[in-house]
Structures are given as structure tokens and as C-alpha cells.
């Protein structure tokens, strides 16, 4: 691995002085009449008595939700009794946990806070789903949503169907990544899907935009998400284990020309990333990907150099997903069988990854895994996701 | 008790397409009532944008203009969605729609015809408003005609013409016996027609009350009680009601005070007569109702002889913006027509015959058009009122 006081080819410094800690996934549930602000408070105090901090001791915080409003993060401050020198938040989506990273390590790299809290927490109220897609974006409500208000099933049901037909993918390279995280999800507790799921069962479910059927599609939830950012000396001296951050990229609107998302900004930055890792594809242990539809598990694979554009339908074929396959993804079940709690959706791949570096699975670990690579996607504006980043983490010692 | 509750409106409201749109998009919605597809744009780059913007997002200018597009592209994929979380959808289900890519650059996402369902194939986009009122795109296969009423999804676009019941407010003049005639031909169920003089009075009714459907409704709008039978009679079973006192009052010499009496006091008679029971019956079937207001593209100003009727037009045209406010919500739809001169009047220019008018308004619910301006007389003022509305209004204010 890279040595200390690495700068990237494009002049970013690297992350060796700071570090991820207590990565915590808190109150999953499939509907709560509470507030997103009931979510952030369990979520924040599962944090810091993991952590074994108190609340005082937070000086930065930064936040992601789609169900806060009418409050911002800065209204979140006061409702939840912080007070704290750094704020921020993302209104990344399924990015959010790759860029509250990026944004927190550089806050305390640079001192602008010591110990930052990254919280991601959603509700979800009955019926309250369909009403935030309604007015989602401008660009939703204008161009998409009075198209048959399918929601995100209609969106990536177009970016299935094209993608099938372009790539050859067949129902069956979806399913064995879908059956393959189900699997995955029965070892983790807290997952909301608890029955096995046989690829017949996947191929036979009730048909929901075509081709997508119910397994592709990720089913909304309420729960929290959190992990904090410190200095390595300040864990060292909390005796927190940690996760190392290798690399870590973010872009926003790239391709915007290509006539319909085949493709996400990892290509652009991907070099980057492991540039600033000092690692390959070969290196990674295992993959979180932002899975709402598996189709997109394919294009981050291709698009983070895994295989190449269109080989995601043969990667699939070549390789088994499971905890202890050939090449492990989504190590707790993912959002498609743990649930998507809103932008916690979008923290979800980097605490599990991180719970695995420091050996605090919840559920099964991946046996020897040194190096994980945490990808997001969100935003889906218009016709596409916006946002895309990744993050490379390595375990302590390593 | 019965009366008041009549009075307070439906109890249920019918399901509607999601209705929410930028102010933005609104200038897309209001070229889709007229049938036309307009896309932004760009007056610096010649960039085309959508979905519509306040800078263009190559360049950054504002300069954002509203331009006709053909239509034509490539539909890159498709779906058939069998879940929505709209109840409109929702009763409505399996709903197709896909992506296309128009020539002119943009990607959009368009309702299928049902002719254009399988990527890839070549199509061509164009817009309407749909029950809501708001714009929406519709793809179609290039060579197909579009008859959008035996489409199963964009007749919901239309308002069907086959078999409804109809109420044409005056069938004394030329164009009220024309517009019957039409609706016959369109194979109309019932036809109502109004008349204000006794039936037999009226020139040409014999051959009217001899085509099928058609039956006379005594109707004297100066008159209260007679508008309330009326709407007591067949007030429940109007399925598209038109009120076409314009083109009666058109013609005329006239006061200023009787023309504004009958076009818009006899509007607002109407109106609140006629939109409860029609409401009630909309918000029970969801089948589409429609209010024609077939008025005169002088409401739009004056230039010609009847100042006082420019006036009642203007005025019945402000109510019908209130009307399609609150019979949107109902969902009937409210089409209003602009002819210019008719045929048998005083002003100059070219003139449109009862006959060319009445298929206009036809031909437009079965289009699902909304605003139209039937003729090349309205065509020409649209367009200099479209240009530039104070513009246009200097030009009427000058003596010639």
C-alpha cells in the first residue's frame, strides 16, 4: 500500500491521519408513523454509545435525508441538542455516505472539527413515499412522475430493458445477484427480508414494471444509519477499532449527453480512486454496491473496472456473491433484501464494509478480508442517477 | 337539504394525472392545449432543452425560447408499468411509456401509442394536456395516423365523442344546426338542442329533430326559470356540454348590455347551473366530460364593427379561465374556440363557415385539443397575439 504523504497524480493529499469508526445500522423498520428526526436521535445515540463519546464531544455533523422536512440539518442541531463548529449536508441520495466521507475527513484533516458524526436517517410513513416522488425534482415533477407515476420502477425499468438488450443480460444474471444477497441478508439481523429467496421464486414474482419484476425492485423503509470520522490518534486513544480510508472519488452529472444512462462518473475517476489507494480491482475483497436494482450493481461493477462495459452479464455468470463466493457483494443483503431507508440507503454499503474491516459484523464476516471497495449512485433527477463516488477502505494494520 | 348539497358540489372527486408542473412548464402545457409540441430553445447555442429550464445547460444563457419541434426520434426503450402510485394509474393499469430520443437532442419520457411499444423503432413525439390540464408528451410509430380514440391509453387525452350525450345551447342559428349535424355524424347518443323560440318556429328544424338523437330542449337564456328546467331535466345526463351563444349573438347588431347579458351573464347562468350536476356525474364514472365554449377570437381585442361584442367575449373568456380553475379539479374539461369572422356577419377578412367550425369542435375533443382557433382569420391573430400581446394591442388601437 501507499506510503504516508502520498498526493495523487492529481494532487490530492491522501487520508492515513484519519479514520472511520463505529459504523452503526439502527432501527430498520418497513413503515413508522415517527418523524425522520425520531430516526436521526436513535440513530445518534446508537452512535455515540458505541462510540463510548458523549454527545458534547461531536463538533462536526453532517446529515442526509429525504424525509426532513421542512427542517434542515440546521434545525436538526437544535432539535437534537448539538452543538457542534461544522455542518453539513447531502443531498446526495444513495452518494450520501461516499460524500459525507469525503466531506468529514477533510474537515478534521484540516481541523475545522475533531470528531464528526455522519448520520443518515429516513422515516417512512404510509403513503408518505408516493407523495415525496411526486416532488421529488422539478425535472420529476415536470417530465416524469405524470408519466404513469412509476417511480424509480419505472425509471430503471427503461434502464433495464435497454440494458438488457445492449449487453445481452438475461432475468437470470439480475436474479442470481438478487438470490445471492438474499442469502447474504439471513446472516444479518437486521435485515427487513427474513425468508430465502430461490431463483425460481425471483423468477416467478408478480411482474412491477417490465422487466422488472418485485426481487429487482428495493423496498422502501424506515431506519438509520451512522459512522464517525476522527483523527487515528484520536481513536488510537479511544481504543476505537477503525477502518483506513485508501481513496475516494465523487462526480455529479457526468455523461450528461449519452442519450440514456449506461454508464455512471466512476468511469471518469476511477483511475483516480485506485491511483490514490495504491490498490487494483485484484486487491478488493469484496464490493458494496448501491443496489435499488440490480442493474446498477452491474454498471458500477463495469464502471469501477471490475469487468468491462457490457461484461457484466458474464461477470455475473463467472462468479458467486455470497459471504464466502468467489467475489462477496453486499455483504449484509444490501438494500434489496435489508431495505432502503431513504439516504441511509446510501450508507448502508460503507458501515457494513466497515463493520467487516474492524470485526464487528453484525452477522457473518467475509473470512480475511483486508480491502473493501463501498460505491454510492443517487439522484435520479430526470431520466438517471446524478451522483456517483466510491470509497476504498483497508483494515487496521494492513 | 337535497338542494344545498347539489349546491356544495360532488362528494367524491375523480381520480387525475398528477397535476403538479413548474411555471416553467407550463408554456409546454399551454402549446399542448392548442396541439402543438414546443420545446425550449436556446437563442445563443440553438441547444434544445428538456425538460424545460431557465438557463440552458450548455451555455448558460436565459435566453430560453419556446420553439415547435417536429417530434421525430428514436424510442430507446420501453416499459409497461403494472404498479403506479398514482390512483389514476392505478385504475388504469398496465400503462406503457418509454424513453425517446429526439433528433433535436434531448431524451424524453413520452405515454406509447399503442403502435410504439417495442425499442427500437422510429417515432414521433407530439403534446397534449391531459385531464389535469398539464402537458404531456405522447409517442406514436411516424407512419401511424393518430386516432387517439381508439388508442386504449391516449384516449384518455381525448374527450370521446361516440355515444356521449350532448347539449348544444342554441340550435337557432346556422352554426348551432351545423355543430348537430356534426355531432350526428360523430355518432353522437343523444343530441339536446336549445331553442329559445318555439320549435316549430325555428327555420330548418324539421330536418334536425329528423336525425337520430337529436331532441329540442326549450331554453330561454335571458330567462332564469327556464335555465333552471333545463338543467333539472338533462342537467344529470350532459356528457359535453357546448354552449355556442356566441356564434347566435355574433351576427346580430346588438346594445353592449345584451351582449354582455347573453355571453357572459348567460355564461355565468349557466355555469352555475349546469357544472354541479355534470360534476356529480363525472366524479361516479371515469369517463372524461367536457364544456365547449365556443366563443370568438375577438376576445382577444377588437378591430372590426361590434366593440360591445369584442367586450362580452373578453369577459366570457376571463370567466372560462375561472371555469376551467374549478372544473379542472372536477375533471371536466374546458375547450374553448376562436373563430374569427363567421359566415354570414359584417366584419371583414376571411370567414369561417358553420360547417368548417363545427368540425373544428369536433374534430378537437376527439384530438383533445383545448385552445382552438379555427380558420385563417384566428390563426392570424393568435399568432400576433402570441408574438407580442401589447404589441398586438397598439396595432387594434390604431384608426384605420
Redesign the interface.
Known amino acids: 500500500l501507499r506510503e504516508a504523504g502520498y498526493v495523487s497524480a492529481v494532487g490530492r493529499k491522501g487520508y492515513d491521519d484519519v479514520v472511520v469508526v463505529a459504523p452503526i445500522t439502527t432501527s430498520y423498520v418497513r413503515y413508522s408513523v415517527d418523524g425522520a428526526h425520531a430516526f436521526a436521535g436513535r440513530t445518534l445515540r446508537a452512535l455515540i454509545d458505541s462510540a463510548g463519546i458523549s454527545k458534547a464531544q461531536i463538533d462536526g455533523f453532517c446529515f442526509a435525508s429525504f424525509t426532513l422536512a421542512p427542517d434542515t440539518v440546521a434545525g436538526l442541531t437544535q432539535h437534537l441538542g448539538l452543538n457542534v463548529r461544522w455542518l453539513d449536508q447531502t443531498p446526495t441520495g444513495g452518494a450520501s455516505g461516499i460524500v459525507c466521507l469525503r466531506r468529514a475527513l477533510r474537515a478534521v484533516q484540516s481541523g475545522d472539527a475533531s470528531i464528526v458524526a455522519c448520520v443518515a436517517a429516513d422515516t417512512n410513513q404510509i403513503g408518505g413515499f408516493g407523495s415525496m416522488l411526486e416532488h421529488f425534482s422539478r425535472f420529476t415533477e415536470d417530465g416524469v412522475y405524470p408519466y404513469g407515476a412509476g417511480g424509480p420502477n419505472g425509471s430503471f425499468a427503461l434502464l433495464t430493458a435497454y440494458y438488457m438488450k445492449e449487453y445481452g443480460a438475461t432475468r437470470e444474471d439480475f436474479g442470481k445477484l438478487c438470490v445471492a444477497q438474499r442469502e447474504n441478508a439471513l446472516r444479518f439481523p437486521l435485515a427487513l427480508m427474513k425468508t430465502p429467496l430461490t431463483m425460481q421464486d425471483y423468477m416467478n414474482a408478480p411482474p412491477i414494471a417490465d422487466p422488472l419484476c418485485l426481487y429487482d425492485c428495493v423496498m422502501p423503509c424506515a431506519g438509520g444509519e451512522a459512522f464517525l470520522v476522527m483523527s487515528l490518534e484520536r481513536a488510537t486513544q479511544l481504543g476505537l477499532p477503525y477502518a483506513r480510508v485508501l481513496g475516494t472519488i465523487e462526480r455529479h452529472n457526468a455523461f450528461s449527453e449519452d442519450p440514456i444512462q449506461m454508464r455512471g462518473g466512476w468511469v471518469l475517476d476511477r483511475d483516480e480512486l485506485y491511483a490514490q489507494a495504491g490498490v487494483t480491482c485484484a486487491n478488493i475483497d469484496f464490493v458494496q454496491t448501491y443496489d435499488d436494482y440490480p442493474v446498477i450493481s452491474l454498471m458500477q461493477l463495469e464502471d469501477l473496472g471490475f469487468c468491462a462495459k457490457g461484461e457484466g452479464p458474464d461477470f455475473v455468470r463467472q462468479h458467486t456473491f455470497t459471504l464466502d463466493g468467489s467475489f462477496p457483494v453486499n455483504t449484509s443483503g444490501g438494500q434489496l433484501s435489508v431495505g432502503q431507508a431513504g439516504a441511509a440507503g446510501g450508507f448502508m454499503g460503507l458501515t457494513e464494509a466497515v463493520r467487516q474491516l474492524t470485526d464487528t459484523s453484525l452477522g457473518a464476516a467475509v473470512v480475511d478480508a483486508k480491502v473493501a471497495l463501498v460505491s454510492g449512485y443517487g439522484i435520479i433527477n430526470y431520466d438517471r442517477g446524478l451522483c456517483t463516488g466510491a470509497a476504498i477502505f483497508a483494515r487496521q494494520g494492513t | 337539504m337535497a338542494k344545498a348539497r347539489a349546491l356544495a358540489g360532488p362528494l367524491h372527486f375523480p381520480d387525475l394525472?398528477?397535476?403538479?408542473?413548474?411555471r416553467?412548464?407550463l408554456a409546454?402545457s399551454a402549446a399542448a392545449a392548442m396541439g402543438q409540441f414546443e420545446l425550449q430553445v436556446c437563442a445563443e447555442c440553438a441547444t434544445t432543452q428538456?425538460?424545460?429550464r431557465e438557463a440552458c445547460?450548455k451555455c448558460l444563457s436565459s435566453r430560453l425560447e419556446w420553439r415547435t419541434c417536429d417530434g421525430y426520434g428514436q424510442l430507446?426503450?420501453?416499459?409497461?408499468?403494472?404498479?403506479?402510485?398514482?390512483a389514476?394509474?392505478r385504475s388504469r393499469l398496465p400503462?406503457y411509456?418509454?424513453?425517446v430520443?429526439l433528433d433535436c437532442g434531448p431524451?424524453?419520457?413520452?405515454?406509447l401509442s399503442a403502435t410504439a411499444r417495442v425499442?427500437p423503432t422510429r417515432v414521433r413525439v407530439s403534446a397534449r394536456v391531459?385531464q389535469?390540464g398539464?402537458g404531456?408528451l405522447i409517442a406514436a410509430a411516424i407512419d401511424e395516423v393518430m386516432n387517439m380514440t381508439s388508442d386504449r391509453q391516449l384516449i384518455e387525452m381525448t374527450i370521446p365523442v361516440r355515444g356521449r350525450s350532448i347539449f348544444i345551447l342554441d340550435a337557432q342559428s346556422p352554426c348551432g344546426q351545423a355543430l348537430a349535424r356534426e355531432f350526428v355524424s360523430a355518432e353522437a347518443g343523444t343530441i339536446w338542442v336549445g331553442h329559445a323560440v318555439p320549435w316549430s318556429s325555428v327555420a330548418g328544424c324539421d330536418t334536425l329533430t329528423a336525425l337520430p338523437g337529436v331532441k329540442p330542449v326549450p331554453l330561454d337564456i335571458t330567462n332564469n326559470a327556464s335555465v333552471d328546467r333545463a338543467a333539472a331535466d338533462i342537467g344529470a345526463g350532459v356528457e359535453i356540454f357546448v354552449n355556442n351563444l356566441a356564434t347566435a349573438t355574433g351576427a346580430e347588431p346588438a346594445g353592449a348590455q345584451s351582449m354582455m347579458y347573453r355571453n357572459y351573464f348567460g355564461l355565468l347562468q349557466l355555469a352555475q347551473r349546469f357544472e354541479t350536476p355534470m360534476s356529480n356525474r363525472r366524479a361516479h364514472s371515469s369517463a372524461v366530460l367536457a364544456w365547449v365554449n365556443v366563443l370568438s377570437v375577438f376576445a382577444l381585442g377588437n378591430e372590426g364593427l361590434n366593440a360591445a361584442f369584442a367586450a362580452a367575449m373578453a369577459a366570457a373568456r376571463a370567466e372560462s379561465i375561472e371555469q376551467r380553475k374549478r372544473m379542472r379539479a372536477a375533471g371536466i374539461r374546458v375547450l374553448n374556440v376562436f373563430p374569427g369572422p363567421l359566415e354570414g356577419g359584417q366584419d371583414g377578412g376571411p370567414k369561417v363557415s358553420a360547417a368548417t367550425l363545427s368540425r373544428a369542435v369536433v374534430a378537437a375533443l376527439a384530438d383533445g385539443i383545448e385552445d382552438v382557433y379555427p380558420g385563417a382569420f384566428a390563426q392570424d391573430w393568435l399568432a400576433r397575439w402570441r408574438a407580442n400581446p401589447l404589441a398586438f394591442e397598439h396595432e387594434l388601437a390604431v384608426n384605420r
Open positions: 394525472p398528477p397535476r403538479s408542473r413548474s416553467t412548464a409546454l428538456y425538460p424545460p445547460w430507446l426503450s420501453s416499459t409497461r408499468l403494472v404498479h403506479s402510485h398514482s389514476y394509474f400503462w411509456v418509454g424513453l430520443q431524451s424524453v419520457l413520452a405515454h425499442s391531459d389535469s398539464g404531456v
